[in-house]
């Protein structure tokens, strides 16, 4: 076997190799979803609300906060 068919048929190697292991993990990957338990609806519509609700709570107390901050710095100077 001459060199350069060694290096193609290492490269052809190597690259079913590859496409092997991505073919597995996409596979894997399949089959790990189909075990997960999606939320329903009402859960994920609730879990919205309480990120919303809390983003905004700490919002305005980071709001109030600054501006307290701030204005003690120009009452200050």
């Known amino acids: 076997m001459s060199k350069e068919a060694a290096v193609n048929s290492a490269v052809y190697y ?3 190799l590859v496409m092997n292991k991505m073919k597995a ?3 894997e ?3 790990e979803l189909k075990k997960v ?6 859960s994920v519509a609730s879990s919205t609300r309480v990120v919303l609700v809390s983003t ?3 919002a305005v107390f980071f709001g109030v906060v600054d501006f307290v901050l701030l204005k003690g710095l120009f009452f200050i100077f």
């Open 14 to 16: 190597h690259r079913e």
């Open 25 to 27: 993990f996409f596979l």
């Open 37 to 42: 338990v999606w939320p329903g609806r009402e």
């Open 56 to 58: 905004a709570l700490f």
């Open 29 to 31: 990957s399949y089959g």
